[in-house]
C-alpha cells in the first residue's frame, strides 16, 4: 500500500506541475518543436504514424471561396507567434502564446483519469493470483473475445494511425495514405497464416520460435523487434508533447512525462490485462470523438466541399491524389512494407497469444481488422476536411499547415472547426489514442527483452517471479528511455523509419521460415539477419545521413513541366522489398546447403561450431538438434518413436504409431 500512495502521490504533484506549467512569452522558447523549414515527402515514413507522399502530388492550388464571418470555436486570448523574418511560413508559426486552454487541459486531466482508474481497476481484479509470465504478458491466456478484438482494434488505431493518416490524406492524398489500409489488411494476413499457428504452440513471446529453434542466437531477433517498439514510443509520445505544446500551450516535456507515467503506472501495476481494459475505454473514447466531431468539421462555414477542388485531369477529387510513373516502385513499395511489415510486431502477437484458443486468436485479428478498417473513415476524412479548409476565415492565426506543421492537421481541425464542447472530446480521443500506443509498446519490447534476452540468454535456470521482477525494471528502463528520446531528440521519427524498415526486411521472412520450414536452422538465420542489415544499410537513408552505397536500378519517365517540356524523372525501385527477398533467399540456401552438409555426407559434426545438428541411433544419422516447437514430453516421445519408425524399420511402412 505503501508504494501505491507514492505512486498517486507522484501523479498528484506531476498533474499540478502540468496546470501551472507558465507561459512561455518569448517566441524562441520551443522553436525546437518546429524550426526546421523543409516539407516532408514520403520518405519521412511513418512520421506520427503516415506514411510517404511526394512533393510532386500538389498539381493543383485550392481557391477558396469567400464565406461569411464564423464564429470563435477557440480560445479568445490568441497572439500569433512567428519570426519576424517569417511571419509568412505556416511551417513555423506555432499558433499561439496566451492563457493555457483550461477546457483543453480539463480534457487530459479528465481522460488520463478515466484510464488510470480503469488500468488500476483491472490489474486489482488481478490480485492473488500467481505471479507467472503468461500471467503478467499475456493476462493469463484468459482474454474474453469482446476485450480481445477492442484491445487488437486500440492497438492499430492508435496516435499515429489517426494523426498520420489525416495528416497523409491532406499533404499528399488518399493514393498515397497507405498505412491505415495496409495495416489493417496485416491483420487479416497475421489471423490466417500466423495467428492459429503461433496460438496452438502456446509461446510466450514471437521470438519463442526462433529461441527454441536457432537457441541462445535466436535472441537476435529482439534487436530490430524491441528497439522498433521502444522507438515507437519515443515518437509517439514526443508527438503527444507537439500537439499538446501547440493546442493547448503546454510545456510539451511535462506533457510527455505526465503521459509517460501514467501509462507506465498502470502496465506495472496489472501488466497485459490493465493494458487491455485501458485499451476497451481508449477505442471507445476515439470511435466517439472522432465520430462526433466530423459532421461538425464537414459543416463548419469555412470548409468547401471535399468534391469540389480537382486535379489536373478535372475528374479526380484533390484529396485522392495521384501517383506519378516513376513513382510507383515507392509506392509497391511501401504498400507491401504495410501489408507484410506489420506482421511481426510483438504488440500483435502478445494479443494473439493472450487469446484463450487458436481459433479465437484468429478472430482477434480478424475484429482488429474491422476496427482498424472502420476508423480509416473519420481519419482520411479529416484530412481531405483540412485540404478542403480557408484556413483564412477560421481563427486559426497562422497561414494554412505546411511542412512540419502538417502533422497536426487533426488536432487544429477539431480545435479551430468544431464547438469547444466537440473539440475538448477530440482533443481527449486523441490523447487517449496515443496512451494506447504507448502502453502496448512498452510492454511488448520488455516482455521481449526479459524472456528472449534475460531469461534464455544470461537466466536460463531463473525462476518465473526472478523473469517477472525483470520485466518490471525493465518496463521502468524503456519507459526512461522512450521519454528522454521524445525529449531530446525531435527527430526520432527518422530512427523509427529505418526499425520499422527492419521488421519488414529482417524479420518477416526470418518470422515465415521459422514458422513453416523445418529445415531452417541458426547458421541460414544468422547468414540472412545480417545480409539484409548490410544491405539495409548500403541502401542508404538520406535522414540519416546514410549515404546510398549500392542501388538496386531505377525508374525513369517524363515529367514534363512549363519550364521543361522534356523533363525526365527518376523513382526508386521497390529496393525494400528486394532486400527483403534477398534476405529469404540467403536462409533457404544457406539452411538447405548446411542440411545437406551434415546429413548427407560424411563430414564429422566437429565442424558444427553452432551445434545445430547432433547424431541419433549409435551415429548412424544426424538431424537437427531443436525444433521451434515448446518443450512437451508428449511431442518428444512422439518423436522419438515416429524416428524409430521410420528408420529404425521396426514397424511396417503402414503402421500406426500412437501415443496415449
Not at 489500409?181 to 500466423?194: D, E, I, N, Q
Request: aromatic share 12%; charged share 15%; with cysteine.
Amino acid at each position: 500500500m505503501g508504494v501505491k500512495r507514492r505512486f498517486f502521490g507522484t501523479l498528484v504533484i506531476m498533474t499540478i506541475c502540468l496546470v501551472r506549467a507558465h507561459n512561455h512569452d518569448d517566441p524562441h522558447t520551443h522553436d525546437y518543436v518546429q524550426t526546421h523549414d523543409h516539407i516532408h515527402t514520403h520518405d519521412d515514413i511513418h512520421a506520427m504514424g503516415s506514411k510517404m507522399f511526394p512533393q510532386s502530388l500538389n498539381k493543383h492550388r485550392h481557391e477558396a471561396k469567400s464565406k461569411p464571418d464564423v464564429t470563435i470555436s477557440t480560445p479568445r486570448s490568441v497572439k500569433v507567434v512567428a519570426d519576424a523574418t517569417n511571419e509568412n511560413s505556416s511551417s513555423t508559426c506555432m499558433g499561439y502564446d496566451g492563457d493555457i486552454w483550461v477546457g483543453g487541459l480539463s480534457a487530459i486531466v479528465v481522460f488520463y483519469l478515466v484510464i488510470l482508474v480503469v488500468g488500476g481497476w483491472a490489474g486489482w481484479t488481478r490480485r492473488g493470483r500467481e505471479v507467472t509470465q503468461e500471467q503478467v504478458m499475456l493476462a493469463g491466456r484468459d482474454l474474453g473475445l469482446f476485450v480481445g478484438v477492442l484491445t487488437m482494434g486500440a492497438t492499430w488505431v492508435g496516435g499515429g494511425f489517426i494523426n498520420g493518416s489525416a495528416q497523409g490524406v491532406y499533404s499528399h492524398g488518399l493514393v498515397w495514405t497507405q498505412a491505415p489500409f495496409g495495416y489493417a489488411l496485416s491483420l487479416v494476413l497475421g489471423g490466417t497464416f500466423f495467428a492459429g499457428k503461433m496460438r496452438q504452440s502456446k509461446y510466450v513471446t514471437m521470438i519463442d520460435p526462433f529461441t527454441n529453434k536457432y537457441g541462445k542466437w535466436g535472441a537476435l531477433m529482439v534487436i530490430p523487434a524491441a528497439v522498433s517498439e521502444i522507438f515507437w514510443s519515443a515518437a509517439i509520445l514526443g508527438a503527444l508533447g507537439s500537439t499538446l505544446h501547440v493546442i493547448l500551450h503546454l510545456d510539451d516535456d511535462v506533457s510527455i512525462i505526465v503521459s509517460a507515467v501514467i501509462a507506465l503506472g498502470y502496465t506495472l501495476f496489472g501488466g497485459l490485462v490493465s493494458v487491455a481494459y485501458t485499451d476497451v475505454i481508449q477505442i471507445f473514447f476515439i470511435v466517439i470523438g472522432l465520430f462526433l466531431a466530423l459532421p461538425f468539421a464537414m459543416t463548419h462555414p469555412a470548409v468547401e466541399d471535399i468534391y469540389s477542388s480537382k486535379l489536373e485531369d478535372g475528374l479526380t477529387p484533390a484529396w485522392y491524389g495521384s501517383v506519378a510513373p516513376h513513382e510507383w516502385g515507392k509506392w509497391i513499395d511501401y504498400a507491401l512494407l504495410c501489408l507484410m511489415g506489420g506482421i511481426p510486431w510483438q504488440c500483435y502477437f502478445q494479443r494473439v497469444l493472450s487469446a484463450q484458443s487458436s481459433t479465437r486468436a484468429q478472430l482477434l485479428s480478424f475484429g482488429g481488422a474491422a476496427i482498424a478498417l472502420v476508423m480509416t473513415g473519420p481519419a482520411v476524412l479529416f484530412g481531405a476536411v483540412a485540404k478542403a479548409t480557408d484556413w483564412s476565415k477560421t481563427d486559426y492565426p497562422c497561414p494554412a499547415p505546411s511542412g512540419d506543421t502538417a502533422k497536426l492537421v487533426m488536432p487544429l481541425t477539431l480545435q479551430y472547426l468544431t464547438p469547444p464542447a466537440v473539440a475538448w472530446f477530440g482533443l481527449g480521443a486523441i490523447s487517449a489514442a496515443v496512451m494506447s500506443s504507448t502502453d502496448s509498446s512498452l510492454l511488448s519490447a520488455s516482455s521481449l527483452i526479459a524472456r528472449n534476452v534475460y531469461q534464455k540468454v544470461f537466466r536460463p535456470g531463473c525462476s518465473e517471479r526472478e523473469v517477472v521482477v525483470a520485466l518490471w525494471v525493465i518496463i521502468v528502463c524503456n519507459c526512461a528511455i522512450a521519454t528522454t528520446l521524445a525529449i531530446q531528440y525531435k527527430s526520432i521519427y527518422e530512427l523509427f523509419v529505418l526499425c520499422g524498415d527492419f521488421t519488414y526486411v529482417i524479420l518477416f521472412p526470418q518470422l515465415v521460415l521459422v514458422l513453416y520450414w523445418s529445415k531452417a536452422n541458426t547458421y541460414g538465420a544468422i547468414s540472412s539477419f545480417f545480409v539484409s542489415l548490410i544491405l539495409r544499410l548500403l541502401v542508404g537513408d538520406k535522414y540519416l545521413g546514410l549515404p546510398a552505397v549500392i542501388s538496386f536500378g531505377t525508374i525513369s519517365a517524363p515529367c514534363p513541366s512549363l519550364e521543361d517540356p522534356d523533363l525526365l524523372c527518376e523513382g526508386e525501385l521497390p529496393y525494400r522489398t528486394f532486400v527483403m527477398l534477398i534476405g529469404l533467399v540467403i536462409h533457404v540456401l544457406i539452411s538447405g546447403l548446411v542440411y545437406v552438409i551434415f546429413c548427407f555426407t560424411k563430414i564429422s559434426l566437429c565442424w558444427d561450431f553452432l551445434y545445430c545438428f547432433h547424431s541419433v541411433h549409435g551415429g548412424h544419422l544426424v538431424e537437427l538438434r531443436n525444433t521451434r516447437e515448446m518443450d512437451s514430453p508428449v511431442k518428444s516421445l512422439k518423436g522419438k518413436l515416429e524416428m524409430q519408425a521410420k528408420y529404425v524399420g521396426k514397424f511396417g511402412k503402414r503402421s500406426a504409431v500412437t501415443v496415449m
